[in-house]
């Protein structure tokens, strides 16, 4: 599976694919409308950039007591009732006079119900596509993403000053209850991918063993921090440029989708290795420029270069699953989904609190900084891995040729009767 007609020939991938553009849409629309509420409420870039970011905060709880629950629920059932528990709170948080605690705690609640949607999702995806389409499957939700955030926060701007930021709510609610319907209509019923009850012990044991890798846990740093950094950067546009922060957005989306479509479909496997690093630190160097502050054109242009890394975390997902057993991928997306929208909460909370006490654009300036820090230190974790296995490779492929490399480097009985 090697081209796009190919992925969408894929029996259910055109539903799922829709479902996950439908409700990227009412996230990116909602978003902008509460962060827009909630700033013209407060004039705080704190407030404004925690309503926009805050429900990451509940992922990692989720990630922690909930995840076990992703492979043990019917996949079409789960989805659909997240959506309409997602339209439901969006349009409590449209009720005029609803106290700001009250927006707050709604909007952690909604966190931690999605920290079910990537496992939920993701896994599906390794159901509906065979193992060498998973990461070009992977890579056009990617797309998705950029192309639904370009459109959703042009159209979110329009619809904040057309219908005021409450009827956008409204309308990202009614988003929401259209993802439930393609849902339902355009997925097959399945069983749970795992047997037994989730628990919150199954989830911490499962976890603890992806953790306790320091390969992976490397990978899981580098896709978490250096991204929820910038991610804060982001959460400063409504305060740094009120009027134009759904240009500013609208841009950075364009970036990351042509990251993501040269990167997961024209670069071969050969270069992506070296291509990681520095992907990665252009996630952050262009908002460097920031510390001057630039004019608007200057800053978008930093914007847009710099979102053209977030391509840097579609390689590391494969670096991930390199290093991840088969039966594990789904806990193990699920994990990196969650920790990357925690550390998206704790980037938007750093990037308030410092612009609270300096300016939107000297904390944008810090935040980068930070950012590259951080790659600089988990490089040497991350270098090229000595027999990265193929994507692309089958499972019937991949075991004959294990079973091939067994028999011709046995290992002596003297040195096995050893091995504890």
């Given at each position: 599976m090697r081209t796009y007609r190919d992925l969408f020939r894929a029996p259910e991938y055109t539903p799922l694919f829709a479902s996950f553009t439908v409700q990227g849409s009412a996230q990116t629309v909602s978003g902008l409308a509460l962060g827009t509420l909630v700033y013209d409420a407060t004039r705080s870039p704190l407030l404004s950039a925690l309503s926009m970011f805050g429900g990451s905060f509940a992922q990692m709880a989720g990630a922690l007591t909930l995840l076990s629950a992703a492979d043990r629920l019917p996949p079409r059932?789960?989805?659909?009732?997240?959506?309409?528990?997602?339209?439901?709170?969006?349009?409590?948080?449209?009720?005029?006079g609803l106290p700001l605690a009250?927006?707050?705690?709604i909007v952690l609640g909604l966190g931690l119900v999605a920290s079910l949607g990537s496992g939920v999702r993701y896994g599906l995806l390794s159901e509906i596509l065979p193992e060498e389409g998973y990461l070009l499957g992977r890579s056009v939700l990617n797309m998705a993403v950029g192309t639904t955030q370009i459109c959703g926060f042009a159209v979110g701007g329009v619809l904040v000053v057309a219908l005021s930021p409450r009827g956008t709510l409204l309308a990202g609610a009614a988003l929401y209850l259209l993802t439930a319907v393609v849902a339902v209509t355009g997925l097959s019923r399945r069983p749970p991918r795992a047997a037994g009850r989730p628990s919150p012990a199954e989830t911490w044991r499962t976890n603890v063993r992806l953790l306790s890798s320091a390969p992976r846990r490397c990978v899981y740093l580098a896709m978490w921090v250096p991204n929820g950094l910038i991610v804060g950067c982001e959460a400063l546009f409504v305060a740094y440029s009120p009027h134009h922060a759904g240009l500013l957005l609208a841009v950075g989306a364009v970036g990351m989708l042509v990251g993501d479509t040269v990167t997961g479909r024209f670069v071969p496997p050969r270069l992506r290795e070296r291509l990681g690093p520095p992907?990665?630190?252009?996630?952050?160097?262009?908002?460097?420029?920031f510390a001057v502050d630039p004019p608007l054109p200057l800053g978008a242009a930093a914007v847009l270069?710099?979102?053209?890394?977030?391509?840097?975390?579609?390689?590391?997902?494969?670096?991930?699953?390199?290093?991840?057993?088969?039966?594990?991928?789904?806990?193990?997306?699920?994990?990196?989904?969650?920790?990357?929208?925690?550390?998206?909460?704790?980037?938007?909370?750093?990037?308030?609190?410092?612009?609270?006490?300096?300016?939107?654009t000297a904390a944008m300036a810090i935040m980068a900084a930070a950012s590259v820090a951080v790659t600089l230190a988990l490089a040497p974790g991350l270098r090229p891995l000595p027999a990265l296995r193929p994507a692309n490779e089958s499972r019937r492929a991949r075991t004959a040729r294990d079973l091939h490399t067994i028999r011709t480097r046995r290992t002596p009985p003297a040195r096995r009767r050893g091995v504890q």
């Open positions: 059932t789960a989805l659909a009732c997240m959506a309409l528990l997602f339209g439901a709170g969006t349009a409590v948080l449209a009720v005029p009250a927006l707050f705690a992907l990665r630190l252009l996630l952050a160097a262009p908002y460097l420029l270069l710099a979102s053209v890394g977030y391509a840097a975390t579609l390689l590391l997902q494969e670096r991930l699953m390199a290093l991840t057993p088969v039966s594990l991928h789904g806990h193990a997306l699920g994990l990196h989904a969650s920790g990357m929208l925690t550390m998206q909460g704790v980037g938007a909370a750093l990037a308030g609190g410092v612009a609270q006490a300096t300016s939107p």
